[in-house]
């Protein structure tokens, strides 16, 4: 099959990519660095519910959800004095064995059929990878390298090098997707620069096998483990619940150089333990926290996508996750224009909806950063002391701690909280979207919004049950429909009808009528059909642009 979109980059991201457009029906070619199947570095260790999902429209949230942390493991944030230390403040997440039936944590309440899942990139990367390599409309190329990537006015290309053979290819294809990571050659290639701040912070990052470590801690394990002493901050990740951690040493802010700071001296404080105890270093992965946007993620018929278009510190755990509602924004304007039901136009709405939203998100990032780091380097010298004072100190502690980090570990405002208010895909109406922050989210129906999601009263997600592409939902049978349904097929455009027979829906849902993206964003409500239901879906395809 003649693949219609190239995609530059195997990582999650452009994995995601691949997987989404062929579930809507287009091939693309994945070109990749690295060998098929190469477990990547540990990196991201959170998935967010709003990744979730979308790996559960594409049929294999099951087997993400079954990846990483044993099924017991609490998915905790807890704050000590070291990994070994005393503890001070714990953020409740239920591991998998109680993710769908303990309510009681911060995001208890969430409504979603897929709670966020706790799992390194190394477990969730080679799922991806099977995924793909299993489509057939997908081809992915391993070990060939991206050296140069153009268009010209009809197509896009890359020209490709085999890096076991040294043998050059030329790949054209309508659109070229850069999800090449940060040092992407295809944002460079576009023109577009990173426009933010260098540099927030440093961070020395180390994987270890250390077997003996679990059975040190005291009290429950915890999935995230932070390490607050006047000394050194640091924290401690759970790779694999056993025997695998990934270790982050946050230099101080006069350490300038990674070299700086002794790494196994570093490593045995934040563990809080001596120097005879055994530990295998895996790998180390050094890193600097930015807050990096690309000026621009488009040029005609190249895209940028996930950390080719935006780097910012992992706080609240979306660099990856952004980088995947990238794709799924992406992924839908590009399929509904190869299939031929939206015309090229519909495209710019990739731009006016991301960027902004991307720009939001890493300035959320970086004023949690700001205030994480101010905590964690301002930690007396006497919280380890036993006395009294020194353990009302560390409930004092630990509470803000907690305050502060639920944001990020709990952030509903980030996951469903952000709206395409200003999208020229959207039909906006009299109502304003709620606001959000990093946290905080109201369900809403406003056009622009994620489409709030309730459990239908045959026991099926709402989600579930829509349809591939557009979906117009109707909550009052006597409305009127065939206005939408004929419009719909005299434009080619896909629209599925779902009737909600149930009266218990949220308060959200005002209005009889709502039509739904495919990326579950409002476009539309009203009380009944528009007498023009045609420029509607004119609007919402592009065709008003
Ligand atoms: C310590 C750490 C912790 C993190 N924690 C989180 C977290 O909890 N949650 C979260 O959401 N994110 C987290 N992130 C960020 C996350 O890892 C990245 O955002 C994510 O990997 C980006 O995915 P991507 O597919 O855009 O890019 P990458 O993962 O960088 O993938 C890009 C791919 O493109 C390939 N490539 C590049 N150039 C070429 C070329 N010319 N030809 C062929 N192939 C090429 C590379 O080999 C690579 O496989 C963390 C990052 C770090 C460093």
């Known amino acids: 099959m003649e693949s219609q979109v190239l995609i530059v980059g195997g990582g999650p ?5 691949a997987l989404d457009l062929a579930y809507r029906g287009i091939a693309s070619t994945v070109i990749e660095r690295r060998p098929a199947g190469e477990r990547p570095s540990v990196k991201c260790n959170h998935v967010s519910s709003r990744t979730m999902e979308t790996f559960r429209r594409l049929g294999f949230a099951q087997e993400v959800r079954a990846a990483g942390l044993p099924d017991d493991f609490p998915n905790d944030v807890v704050f000590r004095t070291s990994f070994c230390g005393l503890e001070m ?4 997440i239920p591991g998998r064995a109680s993710r ?18 706790r799992v390194n990139q190394v477990y969730l990367e080679p799922i991806l990878f099977h995924r793909a390599k299993s489509n057939a409309m997908i081809e992915i190329l391993n070990e060939w390298e991206v050296t140069q990537s153009g268009q010209t006015g009809e197509h896009a290309f890359a020209v490709i090098r085999d890096l076991r053979t040294g043998e050059e290819r030329r790949l054209s294809a309508l659109y070229l997707v850069g999800c090449d990571g940060g040092a992407s050659g295809v944002r460079k290639s576009i ?9 927030i912070q440093r961070v020395q990052s180390t994987h270890i096998r250390a077997p003996d470590l679990l059975g040190r801690v005291k009290g429950r394990p915890a999935w995230f483990n932070y390490s607050y002493n006047s000394d050194r901050p640091g924290s401690v990740i759970a790779i694999d619940g056993i025997e695998e951690w ?6 101080l802010p006069h350490e300038e150089t990674f070299d700086s700071v002794d790494r196994d001296r570093q490593i045995r404080h934040i563990l809080g333990v001596g120097p005879d105890f055994p530990y295998d270093m895996v790998a180390k992965e050094d890193w600097i926290g930015r807050r990096l946007v690309a000026d621009h993620f488009r040029d005609r018929r190249i895209f940028i996508d996930g950390d080719a278009a935006h780097l910012w510190v992992p706080y609240a755990g979306y660099g990856m996750n952004a980088g995947i509602a990238d794709a799924v924004g992406l992924s839908w304007l590009l399929a509904a224009h190869l299939n031929g039901w939206a015309p090229a136009s519909i495209l710019d709405g990739y731009v006016a909806e991301r960027q902004p939203i991307t720009d939001q998100v890493s300035r959320f990032a970086m004023s949690h950063a700001a205030k994480a780091i101010k905590e964690r380097n301002s930690i007396p010298s006497n919280v380890e002391d036993d006395t009294p004072e020194a353990a009302a100190l560390r409930a004092e502690i630990g509470r803000k701690a907690c305050d502060l980090n639920v944001q990020q570990y709990a952030c509903a405002g980030l996951n469903y909280g952000y709206y395409y208010d200003e999208s020229p895909l959207i039909v906006a109406d009299s109502e304003a979207p709620p606001a959000y922050s990093m946290y905080d989210y109201t369900p809403s129906t406003v056009p622009g ?6 459990w239908l009263a045959d026991g099926r997600s709402l989600y579930d049950a829509l349809g591939p592409e557009f979906t117009l939902l109707r909550i009052d049978r006597h409305v009127a429909v065939a206005g939408f349904v004929d419009a719909a097929h005299a434009l080619g455009c896909p629209l599925a009808v779902l009737d909600i027979d149930q009266s218990d829906v949220p308060d959200a849902y005002r209005y009889s009528l709502l039509i739904v993206r495919p990326d579950r964003h409002v476009a539309w409500r009203g009380a009944a059909e528009p007498e023009d239901a045609a420029s509607v879906l004119a609007r919402l395809t592009g065709r008003m642009i």
């Open 13 to 17: 991201v452009g994995l995601t990519l």
């Open 89 to 92: 403040g714990r953020i409740p």
């Open 100 to 117: 769908f039936t303990d309510k009681s944590g911060p995001d208890g309440w969430w409504p979603t059929p897929e709670p966020p899942h």
């Open 191 to 199: 023109g577009a620069k990173l426009h933010g701040d260098a540099v």
């Open 246 to 251: 990934l270790v982050h040493c946050y230099l």
């Open 449 to 454: 919004c994620r489409l709030p999601h309730f």
